[in-house]
């Protein structure tokens, strides 16, 4: 892994950082960085040692460097993350906005002192039995911080340290564009709420490499705009060789979708443990959707849903008949699953599309997946499988319902009927 040279650098503790672990040194952390913003750009080192502090912002043509041993560890006090220009949100512990050529690289650690922010968040989460966020429910919710926030920069680089215990996202690129992550440890506890690892929005241009990623939530989940905003789309992402521990799911899609996440290639991924794999989060009333996207060389063990792709997320409507289509309706289109193995799941690929808006033009091929329940369609028009085996315990391999165009070989025989007591309640966390 090569870094980019940088000719001048600034030692936070020249500026009066202390690394006892309880000194907040924002003020000396905000004083290097702009003090190398000034100079046009450089390096600002993180010396080994625990350096605590409240919410800082990165500018253009600058480089924070982690050396080993050093952790910069956030505040349990909201006051260090006030944003004033948006009362809704509090900025993040690492920040950057309108930056070029930025980037945090070395071998350190960033970590959020996430915990004390979750026992907060967790009481108010289960007064709304969970389903609070699912359901549009922010009145009286805690704020947290993110612990990484890039908003509308341009050539990024993130290598090789850890990003750890976030109290809400670890990593959020929004509307970003020539963004490299590389190398990088995203670890949050496995039942930390809201905890995404790396999630790209409305970005162009990301690859995501040689990453190991187990959080309490989505490890990467791509978004394109907010119900309620349109930040254009997300495209032309990249992920390999990376591995995915605990999460909600691997590699995901969804649920702010009124723009259209395309052209995304996923290969030689791992799964131990994660309770999805590949998921795609859409609904009706928002539009947006999810097309020319390619999945190669996945390996799961232990994921419950290798493959989850459901336009009725978060089970908000029972209504499955179909509506008028308009710009609020959500496409998937034009997918590749190859190589994909999967063992000791509980159900086979999910894929169920919106009477309006079938999901379309998928390929299957060359993969096997093992699971107690077979393989369901529901709602496809144009599904090609070749060489796959879905081998499971109990159960059709393949069950179809309201589907259109499905031509699979002899190895997955097809049967028609009513899909239903195949789908069960895969949403319960």
Not at 162 to 179: G, R
């Amino acid at each position: 892994m090569e870094y980019p040279e940088c000719s001048v650098s600034y030692s936070i503790d020249r500026f009066g950082a202390v690394n006892d672990g309880v000194t907040k040194n924002t003020p000396a952390i905000q004083r290097a960085l702009d003090a190398c913003a000034d100079a046009g750009g450089g390096t600002v080192e993180i010396p080994a040692g625990t350096w605590r502090t409240g919410a800082f912002f990165l500018k253009s043509h600058t480089r924070l460097f982690l050396h080993p041993g050093s952790i910069v560890l956030g505040t349990g006090d909201k006051a260090d993350y006030v944003n004033p220009e948006n009362e809704r949100f509090l900025h993040a512990l690492v920040n950057a906005y309108r930056a070029e050529n930025v980037s945090i690289t070395g071998y350190g650690s960033i970590d959020g002192f996430g915990k004390i922010w979750q026992d907060e968040f967790r009481v108010w989460h289960a007064q709304h039995q969970g389903r609070g966020d699912a359901l549009g429910i922010r009145k009286g919710r805690p704020l947290r911080p993110q612990l990484i926030r890039f908003e509308q920069c341009r050539d990024i680089r993130l290598l090789g340290f850890t990003a750890q215990n976030s109290a809400a996202w670890n990593i959020h690129l929004l509307m970003c564009e020539d963004v490299i992550a590389d190398g990088l440890r995203i670890l949050n506890p496995e039942h930390s709420l809201n905890t995404d690892g790396l999630n790209p929005q409305s970005c162009r241009n990301v690859r995501i490499t040689n990453c190991h990623i187990s959080v309490g939530d989505d490890c990467i989940c791509m978004k394109a705009g907010l119900p309620d905003r349109h930040y254009g789309a997300c495209e032309n992402i990249t992920v390999v060789n990376c591995t995915f521990g605990t999460g909600h799911g691997a590699i995901v899609f969804g649920n702010e979708l009124n723009g259209m996440v395309r052209n995304l290639t996923v290969a030689n991924c791992a799964c131990y443990g994660t309770y999805r794999g590949i998921r795609f989060k859409e609904r009706r009333g928002l539009g947006g959707g999810v097309e020319n996207a390619v999945f190669s060389g996945f390996v799961m063990r232990d994921v419950a849903y290798p493959i989850v792709i459901d336009m009725y997320n978060y089970d908000l409507e029972e209504d499955r008949n179909a509506h008028p289509v308009d710009e609020s309706t959500p496409t998937i289109r034009n997918l590749i699953f190859s190589n994909i193995i999967a063992t000791g799941a509980k159900k086979g690929p999910h894929f169920v599309g919106l009477p309006e808006s079938p999901v379309s033009d998928v390929f299957l091929i060359t993969s096997m997946i093992e699971s107690e329940n077979g393989m369901i369609c529901r709602d496809v028009d144009g599904m090609t499988c070749r060489s796959v085996q879905i081998r499971p315990k109990q159960g059709l391999p393949l069950l179809c319902e309201s589907t259109r165009n499905i031509d699979c070989d002899e190895l997955l025989p097809v049967a028609e009927g009513e899909v239903d007591a195949y789908t069960g309640k895969y949403m319960d966390t």
